[in-house]
Each structure stands twice: as structure tokens, then as C-alpha cells.
């Protein structure tokens, strides 16, 4: 099995460092490309443009991003018609009076006399002091960027101070925060006519949307994750990592989709910039700093009760290498940046780490083991010190662990010199093989899982610890091994003397499984019960898949809130203080509230939910429950026509399925990006997709089953058979409706209308409407009933309801249908509008191509009318417009009046918009003529 989280470090556990960081040869080392930042952008230009603006100053942490943002701006400067100059303040430069600015001056500028200088540099810059005839200024300023504008001499400082009063340059200035204070930054600071720009950190978005930019392939959420917490979004530090990273193989491509093979460390340069930050540390600071780099989050009470003077912890915190918060009513110290650790770390001896690890044993032990999480830490200490460790600690800091989830925490300390081993029975309590097998069964192993959970089971003493032995054994079975019948078995064999109560959860437990594989509606009633189960966690893993079941019979709405109730109180128990009940991890009832959601047509709401269960499992280092989430995210995705979303989360699946043989969620998510590959015109690639399935393991769970005959069904389509593809989706839906998934049957019955039979189908999905409260099963009942009546404005009504469930492409299918059915009936402005909804709804698709997009294109503007209206998108004004064309005034504002009838708007700014949306439906996809490049027509 392969690992595939290298984040930082959770609570109290100590970090081994890796060798030494060696220089890669990377493809990486070359600038990338400048985004994310046109927000700052913007602002530069609104100042330059103000007359009341001299200055900006660009101002951010090292490394943040801010020269090359006063890059970009001098750039701009020069693209509008500005002289540019540059200037970098260095250290050694500030030495020298006009060091920084001597290469920018002519000789005579170098005096001792102040004003014989300012004449001499404003002549430079275009300005000539004493003149009175008009020719003052030139027409534009010129612009001079100062990097690092807080080394400046002082000379240097007091020039361009001048130069900016008189108006002679536009400066634009980098200054970092936390920058000893400096003449030149407060005097240019203190004028009204200077402007700030703040530069932060990227965000994940955009860390995300950078490197798949530069990276020209999504990259998966754990490596992403890893990069963004170690580099904190710090553009400098990010870039070292990722080139290390991908020089040295750590970040490698495999299955379309970048992902870490182990902890990045970066390159020579990054590990030189930190111990440059980290230069002048000795005596007690270098202690503070080593002790945090260890142990981290350190107690103040800590730092004190070693004899750190406050003062040294006000200079480290001053100096931005610590900082201090508070949690509850302890304060504690953390290091400003993960990166500084790993410097700090590489470098304390082995004899030096393990006395920092038993001087902070014996604070622990000295203060008391007071807090819940002081037994993780005191233990965690202990083996990072070779000392001996009391078993009853190891337990109550495994306990811990599995508390906040970290399993490969809980089967280090449960595997140590101090524990039973595994092939041991003799001694090894209850709690421990529980703790054990649930820890191998979230990390994916399945083997080990299930011999530590029957170990359990055997020695399992009431009714409550062979129940809960028997969920974790059984959950085992069927999702990691995905033997179906060997989990019917032990969860029947487990009865026998069982009391009345405990057969009672035994057989909601069997309703659970019986739900994938036989017929929700006989399989609901027997999950009633699961309301009775007074063992918390027994009987919200019942209501879960009560849930599951209310969703796929279309009650959505209760589904929606059971869902939410049962996944909240768990996560709330896991915040309770002093609870460690041995539930599942927090992410899993997750993806029940992402499935309901999804059939709701709430996929806003279902994204949330599920980006933010995936996280946690990333955190959490729960590699099976990442590659369940990704899956289900990917099928929502799938069902809002999302492709380009649905691709990256399904390639996510896969991959970590593959790497960890996974096989039903491989099985799920191969047969999603079948589909997607087939939906985005890609028939190749839809069927090398397709033909991976047959491998899969007979045993499939039902919604498999329909997946996997969904994707068949588009691969058909995708090679120009749509009669065979509307056969295989109307015996599936068939068989969904026999069994009572009434979900799965509403979407492979919404696809046979896509694919041209809505005539055959519209009357049981409006059945289906009205047996489900799902907004997204109405809108497919009405898409298809439009189809069938044809009417432009019937067509144009089910769009907006589709647009409203959140199904972006089957929106923009209908609105393109309404559209042409608006150009027969001749109405061009309804026709105009319907192609606009259509192309606003196809630009959130991700690059898709269905039979029902077709190759048509709408142009509801003349030739002379959409080149006027294009201009005037882009800003200009009418007399602007007229000198270009050579037409007159009147003849550009007659032609925009039309073009604003015919698009149903009245402004410019609607204007924009209306044009990008018309330009997503204006585009053949292409292609041989096939039917996934003509729109399908009716079989009956």
C-alpha cells in the first residue's frame, strides 16, 4: 500500500528529518506565469491613471510575490505609452550617497549640491525647473520602480522625494513588512499622495489554479495541501518547493493527475534563504528556536520553566521567526513557518533532540497530564526520547490519537517495544485490537484490519463491545474486501446468545448491506429501527444508511436532514472534551449529506460538504475515505455537467484507488470518467476508460451495476450508435426502478431524453417528479416534456428550472434546443436570449460535447452589428468606435440600439456578458460528423 500524505505533522508527534536537500535539475527552474494577482493589478492602474497619485508602495512578507508585481506594473506602464526606469536599494548601495540611483543620472547630477542634483535629475525625467512656456511636463509621467524602497540612501531618498513633489516620475516601490523603520518608506508614506498596495499570501484556490497553469495537469488534493501548508502561500517558497519537488521526482505525473511520492524538501536555495532568516540565532534564542522546532505547540509556562528570559521571546517574535496564541487558557508558541522547522530540525544532533524531548518529558510530568491531549504529547516524547513508556499512557495517547483521527498515530504507539504484538494473543486487551483493526482499516489495509477486528470480536466482553466489533468487522469486509457474503456471515454468526436488543442492531446492521445489493423499498422499513439503538454509534451508523436510502427513493428532503443531524453529532462527539468513542471518522458521514444533497439538486451545498470531508480524511491521513469522497465529488460534478470538475475528481479516485487497490471505488470512478470522457467528445479515451471496468471484481454494489451500464451507454453514444445507447440506458433505468433507485432511474432516463427519446420517457420521469421531492428530478421530467411539446418558451422554462437544480449541462442543452425552436417560430430575440442562457450554462461544462449541443451556431446580430457591439464590449465610446470604422456617430448608436433589442439588454456592462455567453454556443466542437456533433432526433 502507498501512502500518499506528507503534511505536516499532527499534534505532539515529533518529525524525523530526511537527509540533506541536493539542488535538482528540475524543468520547473523557469518563471512562471504571473496570476492570481489582477486584483492588485487593477489598483496600479486606477493610481496611475489618478493625477492626485505620486506613488504606490507594493508591501507584503519576503518572498510574498511583491517584485514581481511591481514588475508586471512597469510592464503596464510601458504597454500605456510611460518611460520606465528601474532601481533596486541593496544594503551595500545605501553606503553610497545616490547609490541606488547613480546608473539612472548624468554625471552633473552627482554634486555636493543638493539643487544643482534635482535640476539635473528632473531634466533626466523629462522635468526642466524655471520653464513657464507650457512645456513644463511631459504627457505622461515617467515611472521608476524601486525594489526594496526601504534600503534606500538616504540621498537617494531625499531626491526622489523631490522628484515625487515636483511630479517629475511616478515611483513605483516594494517595501516589506516587518522592515526595520526607514526614512525614505515613512516620508513617501506620510503623503496624501501616495497609495498602498497590500500583497498576501496565495490563497488554496490559487495555489490550486497555479499550478495546474504551470503544472499543465491537475494536482491531487493531498500533494496540494501539502504544498500549501508547508509554503503558507508564499509565493517564493512555494516555487522552491514545487521545482525541488518535481527535479527530484517527489512530485511525480501518474494517471493524468501530479502527486507526492514523499515530504517535498525543496531546493539548495530555499534551505539557504531560511538559514539566512534564521542567521544571528544563538545562546537561549537558538534553544527557544530548536525546543519549538521539536515540540511545537510549546506552552509559554514551558518556555519560562526552562529559564528563557521573556525578553529573548519578544525579540523571536518581533523578528517574525515565532509567534504567540492562544488556545482556551493556555498561550502557546509555534514557529511563523513549517519551512523554518524543517532548517531547524536537519540540523539538531540526535544526543541534542532526544535531551530537548526529556527535558520537555519531565516539564510535561512536573506541570501534571491535565489536558486531553497532554497523554499524546508526554508519549510521543517519550519513544521520540528512547525512554520507557507506561502501557496505560500508550493507551490513553492512542486513544487520544484516534480521537482526532490520526490513525497511522495510533498504530505507531500501539506497535511499540511496549505493546502486545499482533501475532501475540495471549494478553493484547479488547481496546487494543479494536484500535488497531479500525486504525488498518482507515489506512487501507485490509488484511491486518481484519485479523485485528476478529481478535476483537473473540475477546469482546458484553453485548456493546461484540457489537461494535462486529460493525468495524463487517464495514471491513464489505468495503475493503467487498465480499458481500462473508459479511452477511459474520454479521448472522455474531447472534447467537445475543439478547433481543443487540439481534435488533444485527439486523439493521444486515439491512444496511442487504440496501446495495437487493430492494431499497423491502430493505427501508428494517432501518426504522435504527431510531431505537441506545449505543450512539451504532445507531448513527443505521440512520447513515437510512439516509442513503430515503435519498435514492427520492424523500430527499429527509434525507438531506437526517443526513446533516447524524453527521453533526458526530463530529460534534469528536469535539467533545474527554470523549474518545471509537466512531468512524468524521469525513465518512460525509459523503451520505454529499449523496442526498446531490439527488436534492443542491450541488452548491454538496461541494461544500464534501471539500470539506475530504480535507479532514487528507489530514487525517485516511487514504480509503479520500478516495470514497473524490468519487462521490466526481459524481456530482457528473450529474451538474461540470466535466472539467468531474475529471479532476474522478482522476483523483482512481489514483488513489489504483495506488492502494481499492476496487470499488476504482470500479465507481472509472465508470464516471468513462461517461465524462464520452461527454466531452473524447470516444477513445471513453472507451480505453471503459475497457479498465473489466477487471473489475464481480461483486459490485447496484449503483456500480448503473454506472457502469451509464457509461457503456455513452461510449455508444460517443461512436455515433445513439439507438444502442438509448437501449442500454432504458434496460438500466428498468432494472434501477425493479429495485426501487428510483434515483438512478430518473438519471439514465433523463439521458435517453438527451440522447433523442424523450417521446418514450417523459411520462415516467414526470412520475418520477411527483414520487420525488428532488428539484433536480423535476427539472428532468420537465426537460423532457418540453422536448416532446417542442414550444420555444416551454423549453426556455425547463433550462431555468435546470439551471436552478444546478444541472449546468442539461441547461444548456435545453436553452440551445429552445433556441432553435425560437429561430423556427421566428422570434430572434427569444432565440438570442435562449442561446445566451445556453452559453452561460455551457461555460461552467468544462469543454463538453453532446449530441444535444449539436454544431449549429447562433448569431442573432448582423456582421456590422457584432463588430460595433464587440467594440463596445471592450470599452469604447461611440465617437471611439465611429474614427475606427469610419462610419458616423449616429449610424454606431443605431446599430448598438438594435443589437440591444435583439439581445434583450440595455446596458454595456449586460452587454459584456451577453457577448462571452453567445461566443460559448458560437463555436463548432468539430469533429467527423458523428452523432455526438449533430443534435439527436426523435426515435419514435
Known sequence: MKSNRFSALPLGRPDFPSGPSSEPASPMRQRWPFTARQAELDAFAACLESPATTAVLIHGEAGVGKSRIAEE?????????HRVERAVATASAATL??????????????????????????????????????????????????????????????LLGHLLWARAVFLIATVRDGAPPSDAVESIDR?????????????????????RRCLRHPIEHAALETLVSSSRGNALFLYELVSGAVGDGTLALGDGLWHLNGRPGGT??????????????????????????????????SLRSVGTDPGDVEWLERHGLIQIHATGRRTYCTLVHPLYGDVLRRRIPPGRRRAIYTAQVETLRSHGVRRREDALR??????????????????????????????????????????????????????????????????????????????????????????????????????????????????????????????????INEAGYLMYCGDIRQVLPLLEDAEQVQVPRLRMWGQLQKSLALAYLGRTREAVELSRRVHEEMTDAAGEGGRSDPSAHCSGPAIYRVVALTEAGRPDEARAVGEEAYTGAVGAQAVYLQAWIAAHLGRCELMAGRLERARDWYGEAISLARANNYPRPLVISCAGMAVVHAQSGSAADARAMFDTIGRAPADQQQSAKFSIELAAAWGAAADGDLARARRLLTDAARQAGEVGMY???????????????????????????????????????????????????SLRDAAELCRSAGADLLAA????????????????????????????????????????????????????????????????????????????????????????????????????????????????????????????????
Open 191 to 211: 503623503s496624501d499622495s501616495t497609495r498602498r498596495i497590500a500583497v498576501h499570501p496565495f490563497t488554496r484556490v490559487q495555489v490550486r489554479n497555479l499550478l
Open 268 to 301: 539548495k536555495r530555499l534551505s539557504s534563504i531560511i538559514r539566512r532568516r534564521l542567521e544571528g540565532l544563538s545562546g537561549p534564542r537558538e534553544d527557544i528556536m530548536e525546543l519549538v522546532a521539536l515540540c511545537e505547540p510549546v506552552p509559554l509556562a
Open 743 to 793: 434515483a438512478y432511474e430518473g438519471w439514465l432516463l433523463s439521458d435517453v431524453a438527451r440522447l433523442g427519446g424523450a417521446a418514450g420517457v417523459h411520462e415516467r420521469l414526470s412520475e418520477l417528479g411527483r414520487i420525488s421531492d428532488s428539484t433536480l428530478a423535476r427539472a428532468r421530467a420537465a426537460a423532457a416534456a418540453a422536448h416532446v411539446v417542442g414550444s420555444a418558451q
Open 378 to 507: 508526554l508519549a510521543s516524547w517519550q519513544l521520540a526520547a528512547g525512554l520507557p513508556v507506561d502501557p496505560e499512557l500508550l493507551m490513553s495517547a492512542a486513544a487520544m490519537a484516534r480521537h482526532v483521527r490520526d490513525f497511522p498515530t495510533v498504530l505507531e504507539l500501539l506497535s511499540g517495544p511496549s505493546q502486545v504484538s499482533e501475532s501475540d494473543g495471549a494478553s493484547a486487551p479488547f481496546s487494543v485490537w479494536l484500535m488497531r483493526g479500525e486504525a488498518y482499516h482507515h489506512t487501507g489495509d485490509w488484511e491486518r484490519a481484519e485479523h485485528c477486528l476478529a481478535r476483537a470480536q473473540e475477546r469482546a466482553v458484553g453485548d456493546t463491545e461484540l457489537l461494535t466489533a462486529v460493525m468495524e468487522r463487517t464495514q471491513n469486509l464489505f468495503w475493503g474486501f467487498g465480499d458481500a457474503q462473508r459479511t452477511l456471515e459474520v454479521n448472522t454468526s455474531a447472534g447467537a446468545g445475543l439478547g433481543p436488543g443487540a439481534r435488533r442492531v444485527l439486523r
Open 73 to 81: 506594473c512597469l510592464t503596464l506602464a510601458a504597454q500605456n505609452g
Open 813 to 940: 442543452e435545453t436553452a440551445r434546443e429552445a433556441s432553435r425552436a425560437a429561430e423556427r417560430e421566428g422570434d430572434t430575440r427569444s432565440a438570442a436570449a435562449a442561446a445566451i442562457l445556453a452559453g452561460q450554462s455551457l461555460a461552467r461544462c468544462g469543454g463538453a460535447r453532446t449530441p444535444a449541443l449539436g454544431v449549429g451556431v447562433v448569431r442573432p446580430l448582423t456582421r456590422r452589428e457584432s463588430e460595433i457591439a464587440a467594440l463596445a464590449a471592450e470599452g469604447l465610446a461611440s465617437q471611439e468606435i465611429a474614427s475606427r470604422l469610419m462610419v458616423s456617430i449616429r449610424t454606431v448608436d443605431n446599430h448598438l440600439l438594435h443589437a440591444y433589442t435583439k439581445l434583450g439588454i440595455d446596458s454595456r456592462t449586460q452587454l459584456r456578458v451577453a457577448l462571452a455567453a453567445l461566443a460559448e454556443v458560437d463555436v463548432s466542437p468539430g469533429g467527423s460528423g458523428s452523432s455526438m456533433d449533430s443534435p439527436p432526433r426523435s426515435c419514435e
Open 97 to 158: 550617497p545616490l547609490g541606488a540611483l547613480a546608473h539612472l543620472l548624468p554625471s552633473d547630477a552627482v554634486s555636493d549640491d543638493a539643487v544643482t542634483a534635482f535640476h539635473a535629475a528632473a531634466r533626466t525625467f523629462g522635468l526642466h525647473p524655471g520653464r513657464n512656456d507650457g512645456s513644463q511636463r511631459a504627457s505622461r509621467r515617467a515611472v521608476l520602480l524601486v525594489d526594496d524602497l526601504h534600503l534606500l540612501d538616504s540621498a537617494s531618498a531625499v
